[in-house]
Every structure is written in structure tokens, then in C-alpha cells.
């Protein structure tokens, strides 16, 4: 799950981590008061689940309050194109509206996993700012990185470390070994799976200041935290993706043109690397759990056909704990349902499989049963050619 830029610091502040000061504005009003209230000038960032806002227009010097407003008018309601966002962009609801902060250097700062070792890392470079990606491929030995020991933490030697490897000396270096804790403290209490900050500076007036803020938290763990689940921007997200989110359906949208359903996260897996080596793009990851209803079954078949390039289906099935014949039923209330014509591919496998595939065959629908994954996917790759 994302968090919004201002809604990153705001858990930054409560965690001790500095930033600007600023505050969030959803109108040009806003925008302009708060401006005022920084002192006459701001900074205006759009508010994306997106990286690369600077470059595509969405951070933007607002010199007086009259200018802040002004420019509001143009950025809310603007939809925002970058790298990250893909030609469709995002929608900008609102903007966060920063103190103008005198720069001196510029670094780069996150933590991830490093999944090869199975360790958090801490990742530092003097290059900060924008086209991190960049220097890391062209002049990797910038980046500098620690992994952190499970059991023992972040440590205090190992940030100094860091921030010594930066450049940082004095009573810059030491806030950067406070804030580096802190940061790492608020990774593991907010189950994040990654925490960035880019850039991270020095002031002119020699403070140290986190002047963006990313944080992913693990979905898994959404759980143990409702007041930050409870942040999250549906408009920033597929409306198929919030809509499968409702009943439970791991659901992610692709760009092809065959719809997969799936029970099971790695046989949804697999079946994505099968359709791809036979030549098949597919439109979604979809896994309807281990043990689906035929109504979220139904809902599941659904949420696919709205998707408006799907040209075709590809069912992948092993009946365990679900029985085939509850999936059969599911396909048929939704696709009758829906009047769809589209070439269905249904390849099942378990409990009441013979049951399944009958129902299929005296549903009227467009389908075509097989026995094999590979199979199947060589089928429904063909009905499309």
C-alpha cells in the first residue's frame, strides 16, 4: 500500500525524522493561505502515487501567495503523466504546499530488502535528487549500502558509517545517524517494504531535512495497522483493482488481451509465463484464493470482462479445497449474466472436474475445455491470432 507524500511526513514527524513545514491544500484557497502563512513563498507537489513529479510538471515555485494560488488552479484536477504513472496518469486531488527551503547538497536515502540475503538494507548515495536509477547504473560505486542484522538492528556505528561515506561531518553527520534510526525504527513498526527519501538535505542554515518522503507499507500487514489503511487514496489506484480489493481478490492489471482466472498465487504465476511462451500477452494477475465461493467466482469473472481489452479468457484451475464444479457455476452466472461472447479456455483439473467441464459443455458459452496448462494456453493464444 502507498501513502501520499504528506501523509509519509506526517508519520516522519511523529517519528522524530525533520522535514519542511508545510501542510496539505485541496484548493487554490487553501494553497494560497497556506502560503501566506509560510511567509510568501512555497513549493507546490502534486499529490501522486508516483515518482517523477518534478520533471512532469507537478512540483512547481509558487514566489508569492497570489502565484501559489494561481498555480493550484492549474495542477488540482490535472491529471499527471511521468515515468511511473504510465500514458493514462494519475489524478491530482490535492497539493502539498512546503516551506521554500535554501538547498546545499543533495543525497539519496532508502531502505528496502535485499531479498538475495534475506536482510533489510540501508542504501545511501551523495548523489541525490532526481535520476537516482541513472546513477546507479552508470556510476554504481556512489551507492552505498549496509544490511542490517535481523536480530541486532540498525546500530549506531553502521550509520555513522553511512553518513560518513556521504561527505557528513560534525553535528550533520551525528543528526544523520539520529535520523537514519528513526527512520529504520518507523520501517519495522510500520511494516514498510520500502522507505525512500530523495532527495535528503543539507541547508545553507546547516539543518538536515527530509525533503521527500516514500513509504510502501506491506500489504499483508495492513492488519496490525488500520489508522495507516485507513489513508489510502482509491483514486490513485484501478477502479478494477479496488473493486476485486472488496471481495478479497488478489487482482493486478496488465496490458494484454487474455483474462486469467487463477486459484492460487503461483499457479497464477505460472500460468502468466506459460501464456507469455506461447506468444500470449496477459490483461491481469487474478488469483480467487484456494477455497472461492461460486458468487466470488462469479465476481472474479466479472471484474475481467469490464476490463475493456480482454478479447478472450483463460481459466486455470486445481480443485483442492474448490471444487471445479462451483467454478463451472461461477463462470456461467457471470458470463450469462454479461452476454458474453468471448472465446473462454478452461483447463481444470480435481475434485468434481467431471462435473465442471459438463456444466461448461451445456452452458451455450463459447469455451473450450483442455486437460493441460500448456495446452490451454497454446488454445487460447490461437482463438486470438
Not at 98 to 119: G, H, K, M, N, Q
Not at 285 to 309: C, M, P, T, W
Amino acid at each position: 500500500m502507498n501513502l501520499h507524500e504528506y501523509q509519509a511526513k506526517e508519520l516522519f514527524r511523529a517519528y522524530g525524522v525533520p522535514v519542511p513545514r508545510g501542510s496539505v491544500a485541496a484548493s487554490a484557497a487553501e494553497a494560497q493561505r497556506l502560503t501566506e502563512e509560510l511567509g510568501g513563498t512555497s513549493v507546490l507537489k502534486a499529490q501522486v502515487y508516483a515518482g517523477g513529479r518534478g520533471k512532469a510538471g507537478g512540483v512547481k515555485l509558487a514566489k508569492t501567495s497570489a502565484d501559489a494560488g494561481e498555480l493550484a488552479v492549474t495542477m488540482l484536477g490535472a491529471t499527471l503523466v511521468t515515468p511511473q504513472t504510465g500514458s493514462d496518469g494519475l489524478p491530482v486531488a490535492c497539493l502539498l504546499v512546503e516551506e521554500a527551503v535554501a538547498i546545499e547538497r543533495e543525497f539519496y536515502l532508502s531502505i528496502t530488502l535485499d531479498r538475495s540475503v534475506s536482510r533489510y538494507c540501508l542504501i545511501a548515495s551523495a548523489a541525490g535528487g532526481v535520476d537516482i536509477e541513472e546513477t546507479a547504473s552508470s556510476a554504481p560505486e556512489q551507492i552505498h549500502r549496509q544490511l542490517i542484522d535481523p536480530c541486532l538492528g540498525l546500530r549506531s556505528f553502521q550509520a555513522r558509517r553511512l553518513a560518513m561515506a556521504l561527505g557528513l561531518r560534525g553535528s550533520i553527520c551525528e543528526a544523520a545517524v539520529d535520523l537514519m534510526l528513526n527512520l529504520y525504527r518507523l520501517f519495522l513498526e510500520k511494516d514498510c517494504s520500502l522507505l525512500e527519501v530523495n532527495p535528503l538535505v543539507t541547508t545553507v542554515d546547516g539543518q538536515l531535512l527530509a525533503m521527500d518522503a516514500k513509504l510502501n507499507l506491506d500489504d499483508n500487514a495492513l492488519f496490525r495497522h488500520s489508522q495507516e489503511q485507513a489513508l489510502l487514496d482509491h483514486s490513485q489506484l484501478d477502479p478494477l483493482e479496488v473493486q476485486a480489493g472488496r471481495f478479497d481478490i488478489a487482482y493486478i492489471k496488465m496490458s494484454g488481451r487474455i483474462g486469467c482466472l487463477v486459484n492460487g498465487a503461483g499457479l497464477a504465476m505460472a500460468t502468466l509465463d506459460v501464456l507469455q511462451e506461447c506468444g500470449g500477452e496477459p490483461a491481469n494477475f487474478l488469483d480467487v484464493g484456494g477455497g472461492a465461493s461460486r458468487e466470488k467466482v462469479a465476481e472474479a469473472f466479472r471484474i475481467i470482462l469490464q476490463d475493456q481489452e480482454v478479447q478472450g479468457v483463460f481459466v486455470n484451475i486445481f480443485g483442492g479445497i474448490m471444487r471445479c464444479d462451483i467454478v463451472a457455476q461461477g463462470i456461467i452466472d457471470a458470463a450469462g449474466a454479461t452476454s458474453c461472447q468471448l472465446p473462454i479456455v478452461v483447463r481444470m483439473a480435481g475434485a468434481q472436474v467431471d462435473e465442471g467441464k459438463a456444466l461448461l459443455a451445456d452452458s451455450g458459452l463459447n469455451v473450450t475445455c483442455v486437460d493441460g496448462l500448456g495446452e490451454g494456453a497454446a488454445r487460447i493464444v490461437a482463438l486470438l491470432a
